[in-house]
């Protein structure tokens, strides 16, 4: 995952004047998690957005690195709900969306052959992989 936007973030955030607290509130969450509807999420990118998730409520509370405070009390705090279940809410919805849609939609289609091959079943009844490997290589020598 690209950190530039996050390093903008930051920057935008430091420069805003405290009486702005509610406002950055407000503000980071939709720049963090633009399009994340669609994010396959690692571990290591779950765990840099929460990284940069709480870092930005401590920039909102004023909080510095050396005041050691846990950051179970920050979240308390601020009340801001976890990052990984706003990406999990909003995916949830994406799939919500798709499974609404008409049957005849690539959309629903392609979701409906990933369901029925995760089960198990085959895209189609008379498909099935020839034996061996491949007669002709890709790159032909000539």
């Known amino acids: ?52 998730h709480m870092s930005c409520q401590r920039q909102i509370l004023g909080v510095k690195c050396y005041d050691h405070i846990k950051n179970s009390a920050i979240a308390a705090t601020t009340s801001l709900p976890n990052v990984n279940d706003i990406v999990a809410k909003r995916r949830l919805a994406l799939f919500g969306h798709v499974v609404r849609l008409d049957a005849n939609t690539p959309a629903h289609q392609i979701l409906k052959q990933a369901v029925d091959v995760k089960s198990g079943h085959r895209p189609n009844a008379q498909w099935r992989r020839p034996p061996g490997r491949p007669r002709q290589l890709l790159l032909a020598a000539d």
């Not at 509610?22 to 779950?46: C, F, R």
């Open 1 to 52: 995952m690209d950190c530039s936007c996050f390093c903008s973030l930051v920057v935008t955030t430091a420069t805003q004047s405290s009486h702005q607290d509610t406002s950055i509130a407000d503000m980071h969450l939709p720049i963090l998690l633009y399009g994340s509807k669609t994010w396959t999420l690692l571990a290591e990118d779950s765990r840099r957005l929460q990284s940069f």
